[in-house]
């Protein structure tokens, strides 16, 4: 007898072996040899053996009605065919950050960011931190060192017991960086860092994954995975992350079926929304870098959905018939039900305004909380369209990631995410 | 962390919270080291003492794991009013609201309890109610919180 409610899942990035799907090279299947596994924090609910079988349906001629068996599409190897399933999962995350950095060194280390870095380029700030040397505006500060912010990467400060995130457009002399904080970042103030997720055209995305699902006498090892859809909720117990993962070739080991380990929580803080800000900004205008202003909206409700198109690059080198799962497409959604309509919004989609929009997360603290930020935020739905879904009459804004040019990317650092039109900042 | 923890936690929260200052000038505990009295069988003195208790026993809340699985429990904030026969009931209600509105902000907010190790979250756990007692001298609000945390 095995019980179903334990179980878990593993993952690993293939770049430490093979690569992609980590093919043995003297056989061409998948394996897990050279793989690292980390167990990943997340809901058990939606854990079930991934996949469905790679067959062809048969549609020989034949003198009755009977079924022919579905040919099976894959390989032979030690006079057997082998065993080969396609297909996605979902996995559902609480949102939780590096924190002190001891269950993780890096967020390279952590599990979440590996599922998250396989379809977004992921930027490592060059410390975790820095004090202002002087303060300028709610829009610059002059660093202790400069060569800690690069264009494009979030930036957190506590302020008044607040989180507050704002992402860097510039990095001169003085940081110049948008949307503004409610404040100047006073003198000798700790601004944290972040890892910074992004896509932009050219870069590509990071490795891809290995994932580890097992419960009580069942396991499968999902190989070649990229995530093709993230959406971020936030219920009043914190923020989650739901990722569907697209797996190039799935199969089992259910021999073995062990869950391997409690999940190594990361020392941060559960992300809330409680006790942080959503901020938009006027229209971004073409003032470059840019320093736009913020106004803060109050929200009932608010939803992340990032699409990404993978196409499988092709090959019949191996089993898994592809060389990879490229990213071709992604498109940022964000979904905004604010409790009180304004009228500044109104006009939005026949004006065709488009404004930085931001979601930050708290708590405060070291390593602490999140934010989500698309520069350049085109409306697709009309906000004067009052939603009533409520007893009270509500503002929906329908949010796209659009073209943002206003970071100011000359002299970046090679890899930073300057110009990119949707970012997350994980807090370092 | 034990969900003892997060009731001590929440007894240092409440105090912090601003009272209205009509009906109570502060919050305070009702004897945290051993209680004479359960809260609702006091029948005199200032407004604003209060108690943390458990009303639900933690429930798994669903994390994968072998073991050390997360927890959903719930517990209220209970603060005693007393209400002298010549006191405005108007105003007792205001004062009520007002309390419940400061201390729901107090608890709830994950940057005063988010270094707690192993504390997901502490959540407002529906609206909060009101008991009438002795006589209609004293009135007992209940102000429910969820809490999701990992045990150990």
């Known amino acids: ?428 | 962390m034990s969900l003892v923890s997060v009731v001590n936690m929440v007894y240092d929260q409440v105090p912090l919270a601003t009272a209205s200052g009509e009906a109570a000038l502060s919050f305070y505990p009702w004897d945290t080291a051993g209680p004479s009295m359960a809260l609702e069988q006091r029948a005199d003195g200032d407004s604003g003492c209060f108690d943390v208790v458990v009303t639900a026993l933690p429930v798994d809340d669903g994390a994968a794991a072998v073991s050390a699985f997360r927890y959903r429990a719930t517990i209220a904030v209970r603060v005693w009013y007393a209400r002298g026969t010549e006191y405005d009931r108007r105003l007792l209600q205001g004062a009520i609201a007002t309390d419940c509105a400061a201390i729901v902000a107090r608890v709830a907010n994950p940057n005063n309890w988010a270094a707690a190790e192993d504390l997901d979250a502490l959540m407002p756990g529906g609206a909060p109610t009101t008991q009438v007692l002795h006589d209609g001298a004293a009135v007992l609000v209940t102000i429910p919180f969820t809490v999701i945390y990992y045990e150990g």
């Open chain 1, 1 to 428: 007898m095995a019980s179903k409610h334990i179980t878990g899942v593993r993952v690993a990035l293939e770049n430490q072996a093979a690569g992609f799907a980590n093919v043995d090279s003297s056989t061409g299947i998948p394996s897990v040899s050279g793989l690292t596994f980390k167990a990943l924090e997340l809901d058990s609910g939606d854990i079930v053996p991934p996949g469905d079988p790679a067959t062809v349906e048969r549609t020989d001629a034949r003198s009755d009605w009977y079924e022919l068996p579905p040919e099976p599409d894959t390989i032979w190897s030690s006079g057997a065919r082998v065993r080969r399933r396609t297909g996605s999962f979902t996995l559902r995350c609480p949102l939780r950050t590096i924190g002190s950095a001891s269950a993780y060194a890096t967020y390279a280390d952590m599990p979440l960011h590996m599922l998250l870095q396989s379809s977004l380029s992921s930027w490592t700030p060059a410390a975790a931190s820095d004090t202002v040397s002087s303060a300028v505006s709610a829009t610059r500060f002059t660093p202790t060192t400069l060569g800690r912010w690069e264009p494009g990467q979030g930036i957190a400060y506590d302020l008044n017991g607040r989180r507050e995130w704002s992402f860097v457009t510039d990095d001169p002399a003085n940081v110049f960086h948008s949307p503004a904080f409610s404040a100047s970042a006073a003198t000798s103030a700790t601004l944290r860092t972040a890892q910074t997720l992004f896509y932009r055209a050219g870069t590509d995305p990071g490795y891809s994954v290995c994932v580890e699902l097992s419960g009580h006498n069942w396991q499968s090892y999902a190989y070649g995975c990229r995530v093709s859809q993230i959406k971020v909720a936030y219920p009043p117990s914190g923020a989650m992350v739901e990722m569907t993962v697209q797996a190039a070739f799935i199969t089992d080991a259910s021999a073995s079926g062990v869950v391997a380990a409690n999940p190594t929580r990361a020392d941060g803080a559960r992300a809330h929304f409680r006790g942080s800000y959503a901020v938009v900004t006027g229209t971004i205008g073409s003032t470059s870098p840019a320093e736009l202003a913020r106004t803060r909206v109050g929200l009932d409700e608010w939803t992340l959905t990032v699409d990404f198109t993978l196409t499988p690059v092709g090959h019949s080198d191996d089993i898994v018939g592809m060389a990879n799962l490229e990213v071709s497409r992604v498109t940022a959604s964000l979904d905004l039900l604010l409790s009180s309509p304004s009228t500044t919004y109104d006009s939005d989609l026949w004006a065709q305004t488009q404004r930085s929009v931001l979601i930050g997360l708290g708590p405060v603290g070291a390593g602490n909380g999140a934010a989500f930020y698309i520069p350049a935020a085109v409306e697709v739905a009309d906000p004067l369209k009052r939603d009533l879904g409520g007893d009270t009459v509500r503002q929906r804004l329908s949010l796209r990631s659009g073209l943002w040019g206003l970071d100011d990317g000359a002299g970046a650092d090679a890899g930073a995410p300057w110009d990119s039109p949707f970012r997350i900042a994980l807090a370092l």
